[in-house]
């Protein structure tokens, strides 16, 4: 096999930091080419080289031998290499085919032809059996088919000869990602090369013939996906052998803390369960379970319309998450950028976010705000170590890790995670788990909610699997495991 | 040092300007740099200077308010209705003013909660109700004249500094400190800046953005009362148009339009350098219409001075 694209010798300075260091990089006809690094290694950055997105300082990349230099991603695009990047680029408020077509619409004359692009839309959804409707509005999707609409919208932009895929299966379940991997393996057949870079390194060993493993700007080796272990990739990503992957599980607990009765609501129907001190719950099932959905609602950032919560032996009333936070309960949610973080404060503000009446004596004590900001930013080590820097500017994981101290800082009683590792780099991966178990061997609760079987069954004393909105098993103590678990969600399909 | 400035490159940016047209103006006139002349920018700086305070608590918050003018003239007009028709006491007449005005600001702060109307909209009306009630109860007579001893508010002295300048002043420290130092002031950031991550961190979004907008009425409030002092009458159209001035004072500034940022020595810069120009284009007899240019010409170029280093970094 020849090699369609060559990168030789490429470096990237951003102020401050050396983005890419003297990088060579190949990619083969017809190869499946992962990336992996922690954040900040400078996988995302090589591949917005590539793409035009940024410029390089230095070196050369050529495409069948000829060298190229794009100046937008629009000239990459039509040489042929198309991207699908971690957020999302459709216009939410159109349609599916409006999407796809977007730039490229069909015309009749001046004006859209839309019965052709409808048509077309649709042929194509159907060829790669995805379930919507070129006139469905994207916003009205789920983030699975988003996410197959958003491939779609790059393969059908004609000659395209190198896809690439940043974090593709982040957003999705297993299954799901599943049917991604059998789509990747239909444009392989067709001679189409994937970048394809991801945190989760089972799917990398699955689906990939080659992969290139960055640190710190610069590549550390590039070698044969079937060479590699799962620790190999990880030993040579951080620099260092992760012995154990997972910490000790806590296994002594107290006094039932949290009780959940046939809580229904929007997405969730009649769930039940307890936890005690010191448990560790998992919550898992594909996406669109519903899990996000009793998560929030626990939290009381939606309503439940049947059904009691008794946080401590007593019933709770939590109407709002300021009632729920009273009760001791703080979450982590789904999306730290949405969600979690206000982004244009700095990471001291963030953490105090939710303790402001604690540091009210009546005015704030910016003093003592500071002083836990830097604990925290040191314990969980946030770089940059710099707790008045705009948490805008920081990395997905130790964006994450401010989330958790701003809840470290409420020292809550019960801790909902949902989907807390989505997207970061595996050192902070496993810092979030040791602070999870840590936590719980305090006497706290922790929910974990999480897609990710291999760390639900590595961090849960107990899984309550949900599909559709139902509790369908529920995994206790040395029956948690990945088999299991993966069995019990699996097993739900029909 | 350096992050101070990148932070603040705005405000920096307006304050650098105007030192650079106060040291043109004195060159151009010799009358610029006197005592009187400063005073008199200072007077003409503070009322719209009071009102941006509230302005910017708004925008931060990532709302706007386009009722102020109204508001002030509804403060004057209630104080002249009840202090001068009605021949109540002028102090406690004032005191209805402001407390009148201040719960129409609340108004707005509930309408845009629990109404859910944007606040563009729900101001826009605001606008509109607050000056036909000020139209409606003086019935579009500008004559009804206040006593002496409320003038004083405009033309008092304090240390030899005129009392305006000093109310100004008290609610830019007050303001400042809110801002910084109050629980509630550092959610209006919050919730400017992610209501949603705002509200799942317990805030309670409904108190704080109503109180924005209170407090906003009551800066309208205050500002209204040196008004009428200062003109000695209250003339149904006070304030037309004074919306606009302090959303400028506030975007030369630097407090973005989208919420969560904000800063208010920006803001008292942004009110300086718009009193001064339009003090140093009367002193250098420069057709008034044109001062409606060049502050327009301003508020578009610092805007854009911003945004263009932003974008090239």
Redesign the interface.
């Known amino acids: 096999m020849a090699a369609i694209l060559e990168v030789t010798g490429v470096s990237k300075q951003f ?1 401050g930091v050396l983005a890419l260091d003297n990088i060579d990089f190949e990619v083969e006809e017809g190869e499946v080419h992962a990336l992996i690094g922690e954040n900040g290694a400078g996988k995302s950055t090589l591949v917005k080289i590539i793409t035009g997105a940024y410029q390089k300082d230095s070196g050369t990349i050529s495409i069948n031998g000829k060298h190229v230099s794009f100046a937008t991603p629009g000239d990459a695009l039509a040489a042929g290499i198309g991207g699908i990047y971690q957020e999302f680029s459709l216009v939410n408020t159109m349609t599916v085919a409006e999407n796809i077509f977007l730039g490229q619409q069909p015309m009749r004359g001046v004006a859209i032809d839309w019965g052709r692009m409808n048509k077309e839309a649709g042929e194509l959804l159907n060829r790669f059996g995805v379930n919507a409707s070129p006139t469905d509005l994207v916003e009205a999707l789920g983030m699975a088919t988003r996410q197959m609409i958003e491939i779609l919208k790059v393969v059908h932009r004609e000659n395209l000869k190198i896809l690439i895929m940043d974090e593709p299966t982040s957003s999705l379940s297993d299954a799901e990602a599943k049917i991604l991997f059998e789509f990747i393996k239909a444009l392989k057949a067709a001679h189409v090369s994937i970048i394809y870079i991801s945190h989760r390194l089972d799917e990398i060993r699955l689906i990939s013939d080659r992969v290139t493993i960055f640190k710190n700007g610069a590549k550390v080796t590039t070698q044969n996906a079937d060479e590699l272990t799962i620790d190999d990739m990880v030993t040579q990503m951080i620099g260092a052998e992760l012995k154990e992957h997972y910490p000790q599980k806590c296994t002594i607990f107290g006094e039932q803390i949290l009780a959940v009765d046939g809580l229904s609501g929007k997405g969730f129907e009649d769930i039940c369960f307890t936890v005690r001190a010191g448990e560790v719950l998992g919550i898992t099932g594909l996406v669109g379970a519903g899990k996000t959905e009793l998560l929030e609602a626990i ?1 009381g ?1 939606t309503r439940f319309t049947r059904g009691k919560i008794q946080v401590g032996g007593k019933a709770a009333r939590l109407r709002s ?2 009632q ?3 009760a001791g309960l703080g ?1 982590l ?1 789904e999306s730290r950028k ?8 700095t990471g001291a ?1 963030n953490v ?3 303790s ?2 604690r ?2 004596r ?3 004590d ?1 003093a003592s705000e500071m002083k836990t900001a830097a604990e925290s930013y040191s314990r969980l080590e946030i770089r940059p170590n710099e707790p ?1 820097t705009r948490v805008v500017s920081l990395s997905g994981g130790n964006q994450q890790k401010v989330v958790l101290a ?1 809840w470290l800082m409420r020292d809550c009683d019960v801790l909902l995670f949902d989907e807390p590792t989505r997207g970061i780099d595996v050192g902070a991966k496993f810092q979030i788990y040791s602070i999870i178990v840590e936590l719980a061997k305090q006497g706290k609760v922790v929910i974990v909610s999480s897609s990710e079987i291999d760390e639900i069954s590595g961090i849960c004393n107990r899984v309550l699997v949900m599909r559709r909105g139902k509790k369908t098993a529920e995994i206790l103590g040395e029956r948690v495991n990945r088999e299991n678990v993966l069995a019990a969600i699996s097993g739900g399909i029909e | 040092m350096k ?1 101070v400035f990148q932070e603040n490159r705005q405000p920096i940016i307006a304050a650098l300007a105007l030192v650079g047209v106060m040291l043109v103006l004195s060159f151009m006139s010799e009358y610029f740099f006197t005592t009187s002349n400063i005073f008199n920018i200072g007077k003409q700086a503070s009322i719209n200077l009071i009102i941006a305070l509230g302005m910017t608590i708004v925008i931060i918050s990532a709302g706007i308010d386009l009722s102020v003018g109204s508001l002030l003239a509804m403060t004057i007009s209630i104080t002249a209705v009840l202090g001068v028709v009605q021949h109540m006491n002028i102090v406690l007449a004032a005191i209805i003013a402001v407390i009148l005005t201040v719960l129409t600001g609340t108004l707005n702060g509930i309408i845009i909660q629990y109404g859910r109307v944007p606040a563009f909209i729900t101001t826009l009306g605001t606008m509109g109700i607050a000056r036909g009630v000020v139209l409606l109860i003086s019935r579009g007579n500008p004559s009804m004249s206040f006593p002496d001893e409320f003038l004083w508010i405009a033309d008092g002295t304090i240390l030899a500094i005129p009392f305006p300048i000093l109310i100004a002043i008290v609610m830019v420290v007050a303001t400042g400190f809110f801002l ?4 509630l002031g ?2 209006v ?2 919730i400017g ?2 209501e ?9 979004i409904p108190f704080v953005r109503i109180a924005t907008y209170t407090i906003c009425g009551f800066c309208c409030a205050i500002g209204g009362l040196v008004f009428a002092a200062r003109v000695g009458a209250a003339p149904p159209s006070a304030g037309m148009g004074y919306e606009l001035n302090a959303i400028a004072a506030v975007i030369i500034g630097g407090t973005p339009m989208s919420g ?2 904000g800063n208010i020595m920006g803001t008292v810069v942004g009110a300086l350098l718009m009193a001064v120009i339009s003090n140093g284009l009367n002193i250098i007899e420069v057709d008034p219409y044109w001062q409606s240019i060049v502050i327009g010409a301003i508020i578009v170029f610092a805007v854009m001075m911003s945004n263009l280093r932003n974008a090239s ?1």
Do not use: C, M, W
């Open positions: 102020p939290f950032g998450p300021q729920a936070i009273a979450l949610p949405e969600q979690g973080l206000v982004l244009g404060l503000h105090s976010l939710a402001l009446d540091i009210s009546p005015l704030l910016l008045r701003k | 992050r910084k130092y109050t629980a550092r959610s950031f919050a800046g992610n949603e991550a705002a509200r799942l961190s317990g805030i309670n969560g940022r970094r």
